[in-house]
């Protein structure tokens, strides 16, 4: 049987909105979502300049992609998050927190800033990978 382990080892940082070390043993099934922005099911950008509406967006997304796969948010052992300079992440990280709730073992996270993404009206992007242990 596979199984996910969360670590936060003395000597770092601790914060409980992530995780610094996941480690993954036995048999499991790995799913990785690609970049998700803020696109409804019709192709529509939802959000346009507001961070927050774009995360949520991107949260809807990211769910329907992970039970595609037979797989569900607190799977998630990694985020990536991208953020188009000039954008405060503080409203889409605040989205974060509200759809991942009090779960425990929240997943490895990181932010990078980007100069721009694949339509000017992107503000964010996110991927991740996810594992299903058997």
Request: proline share 7%; hydrophobic share 50%.
């Amino acid at each position: 049987m596979g199984s996910v382990q969360f670590l936060n080892p003395e000597g770092l940082h601790r914060n409980p909105a992530f995780s610094n070390v996941a480690v993954v043993t036995g048999n499991a099934r790995t799913v990785y979502i690609g970049g998700q922005d803020a696109v409804d099911a019709a192709g529509n950008i939802v959000g346009k300049d507001d961070i927050r509406a774009q995360a949520e967006q991107i949260f809807k997304n990211l769910e329907t992609a992970l039970g595609a796969a037979g797989a569900k948010l607190e799977h998630v052992i990694k985020w990536n998050v991208y953020v188009v300079q000039g954008q405060n992440p503080a409203p889409a990280f605040a989205v974060f927190q509200q759809v991942w709730g009090n779960r425990p073992n929240p997943p490895l996270i990181t932010l990078l800033f980007v100069a721009a993404l694949a339509h000017p009206d992107f503000l964010c992007e996110m991927d991740a990978i996810a594992v299903v242990p058997d």
